[in-house]
Structures are given as C-alpha cells and as structure tokens.
C-alpha cells in the first residue's frame, strides 16, 4: 500500500475560481483519511487532483516519495469509487469487476482468482453471474467497490460512495466500508459532505471550508477540540449550542455572563482565559447538547453551572430525548445587571439544544434546572472565531 504527501496544493480552474487553497496533507499507509465539509467546500477537486482527473495548479503531490503530477491517472495505481457506481449494465457482475483487469491485458487465470477472492471479501460469490440491474443498490455499490478491489491499487479513493442509498443500507454499507479497511489494509481517502459519516469511518478527519483546510485530527480530537466555530459547528448532531456571553471576573473566579444567567468556569480555563486577557470581553461559548445536565444527580454535582430554562419542544429519540429550550421567560428576580428590552426579547430566542437521558421528567411546557458540564464548555473568540479553550 502506500502513503501519500501534498504539499502547499491549490487548483484554480480555468474561469479564475480557487476551489483549494494551500491544501497540506500527509497521508500513511493504511490510514482511512476523510475529507468532510460543506457542498462546494473543495473536496471532490482535491479528491480528483490525486487521481489524476484534475489538473494541479500549483503545489507538489506525492505517492511513496514520487511526484505524482504529472502523471497519467491509468499510471497513478490508484482505483476511484463514485457515488453513481458507473457499472455496465449489460454486463454480468464477474464481468463488470473483470474489465479494468481485461483492458490490462491480465492474464485470464489471474483475472478469475482476483474476482473469485475480491466477492468472497465483499459476499457477492453468489450474485457473480446478474445483470446489475437485477441487484440491490447496496450490492451495486459492493460491485462497484469490488472493480475497485482486484485492481489492487495502492490508494483508494471514494467520493460519497454511499450518497445514493438508502438511510438504513448507508449505515449498513459504512460498517462495510469499515470491515473492508481493516481486511485490505488499504490505504482510503473518502470523501462525504456526511458528518456522522466521517466521524464513524475516518481514522483522520480533514475539514474544509471554502476551500481552506480547517482542522486536520482524529475524530475524537476533532469532537473534543475543535479549532474554530466553524469545525465545532459542523462535527457533532445535534449541532453545539452557541451563545453569546461576556466573560467577568471576581477574583480569581471568571465566569461567563450571558442573557441573565452566568456559569463558573473551572480553574483551567479560567486561567486561560484570564492570562489571554478576555476578562471584560465579548466571547462566544460553546456547548455541546450532551453536555447539559437536568438529572437531579448530575445537578447535585454541578451547582456552579445551573440555571432554569422553559422547554419548547420534546423528541424522543429512544434511550435520550433532545430538549429545545428558551431562557426563562420572566427576568429572574435574582438578576441585578441592567438590560434594555430588546436584549431580553433576543435572550428569549436563542434556542439551545440538550440530549438528556429518556428518563427525563422534563416535557413541553415544564421549567426546569440544567446544568452545564463545566469541563465541557468551549469559549471561541468573537472576532477570529478560533478556539479559545476546549
Ligand atoms: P465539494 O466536493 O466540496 O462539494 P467541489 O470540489 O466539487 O466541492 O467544488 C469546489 C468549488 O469549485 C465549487 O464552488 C464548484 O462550484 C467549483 N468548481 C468545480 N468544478 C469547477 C469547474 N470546472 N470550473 C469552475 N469551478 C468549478
């Protein structure tokens, strides 16, 4: 297999558009990379820049320590999955996985064997003599996969691979996907516009945005520190919670005033967040759904974070429930600090978001007291939109 390097990449298409800006990437050798992001972001050009379909503008691009730009995509070693599996369909399945073989002139023998060992990986051994038309859409997607695996290429590329499907046969198809990477010990770049998608298959993340690399991380690291708003905004569903607060100091306490309420943060942050000099300033926090409190334990043990909230609206998800939710709708009485009307008509639209235990009390209508996992805040600057502390 192979590892792959791009260095300082940009394209810029023929009409003047910079569809990727100083992409920089080095890829290892079995590694599953996913390239996420926005529709338009950049990822399929920088996905058909590797494999050849594309030209590159500028910047360096690398198999195994070989320069790559030049070079035709036949002679790049690389197989390409798309979303539309492109199948022959007066072909047989054998057929369809035996072409790209055929046109290489392998010989017949090891054309066979190749098919033959690529549909027991992809359990097609018994589907091998159907038209695709008499296939399901994941089986199609299998066969597409399976042209791709005799080849035997060094790099596989997938571009949205399972966007045609089906919800249920998507997810059924990513733990493919999965178990495939771990038997080939193959070397992917798949991209998805799907964050559950990246999260699940990836073994690194890239995040792209307007043609700008975001973040580059596993993706836990990429759930728990996000860069920027944008790649905390994007990783994670339902999305973080975003609020506009000040960050205030009494000593060496800081906490984050916002819309009546204010949260103490934990010694950590705090720290950091008085040694960068935000105390006085604007920031934006940062809370994932996950990380709000309402059971009366969970209460118990964050009381310098709580505050009471109205709930205004109720999905049942199965073992947790999402809560929406307001901030009060009367000024608590407790809130000393001044506010003009229109402050507290802004307050009240401000929608959060929390996954609670199903085993909420809390439904349409009911105040009630949440918390905030205090270690779990992120604060994001205002202007920059980086990550101020995660
Ligand atoms: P993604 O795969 O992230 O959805 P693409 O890589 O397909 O995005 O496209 C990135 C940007 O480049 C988009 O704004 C798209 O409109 C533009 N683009 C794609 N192909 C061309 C082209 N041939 N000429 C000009 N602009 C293009």
Redesign the pocket.
């Known amino acids: 297999m192979a590892s792959l390097s791009l260095k300082h990449i940009y394209k810029i298409?023929?009409?003047g558009?910079e569809?990727v800006k100083d992409f920089n990437l080095e890829v290892e050798d079995k590694e599953f990379i996913i390239f996420v992001?926005p529709?338009?972001?950049?990822?399929?050009?920088?996905l058909r820049m590797i494999a050849g379909l594309e030209d590159i503008s500028e910047g360096e691009f690398m198999i195994d320590g070989k320069i790559m730009n030049d070079v035709e995509p036949k002679d790049r070693d690389i197989a390409m999955v798309f979303q539309n599996y492109a199948l022959y369909p007066h072909m047989s399945v054998k057929d369809n996985m035996a072409f790209g073989l055929k046109l290489r002139k392998t010989p017949k023998h090891e054309i066979n064997k190749k098919v033959k060992d690529a549909s027991m990986i992809l359990d097609l051994a018994q589907l091998l003599d159907r038209k695709p038309a008499a296939l399901s859409g994941g089986q199609r997607q299998r066969v597409a996969m399976g042209r791709a695996i005799v080849r035997e290429p060094k790099v596989f590329l997938m571009d949205e691979p399972l966007s045609n499907l089906d919800a249920k046969l998507r997810v059924q198809m990513r733990s493919e996907i999965s178990a495939l990477h771990q038997r080939l010990g193959a070397t992917i770049i798949y991209?998805t516009?799907d964050q559950t998608e990246a999260m699940t298959l990836g073994t690194r993340i890239v995040v792209?945005k307007d043609?700008v690399v975001q973040q580059i991380a596993s993706p836990r690291e990429l759930y728990n520190n996000p860069c920027n708003l944008f790649v905390a905004g994007f990783i994670g569903s339902p999305q973080m919670n975003f609020i506009n607060a000040e960050c205030t100091a009494v000593g060496n306490d800081v906490y984050l005033e916002f819309d009546f309420h204010k949260v103490k943060l934990d010694a950590e942050k705090a720290k950091v967040l008085k040694d960068k000099g935000y105390v006085g300033k604007k920031v934006i926090m940062g809370v994932r759904p996950e990380a709000i409190f309402e059971s009366e334990h969970d209460l118990k043990n964050h009381p310098d974070t709580q505050f009471q909230v109205k709930i205004n609206g109720y999905e049942l998800l199965g073992s947790e429930v999402l809560l929406y939710f307001n901030l009060l709708n009367e000024k608590p009485a407790e809130v000393q600090r001044q506010f003009s009307d229109d402050a507290y008509e802004n307050a009240k639209k401000v929608q959060w978001s929390a996954k609670v235990s199903a085993a909420t009390n809390a439904r349409y209508g009911s105040t009630i007291t949440v918390a905030l996992d205090a270690e779990k805040i992120h604060v994001f600057d205002k202007d920059t939109e980086e990550a101020i502390v995660n």
């Open positions: 298409y023929p009409n558009y569809a992001g529709s338009g972001c950049g990822k399929s050009t920088t991209v516009h792209m043609g």
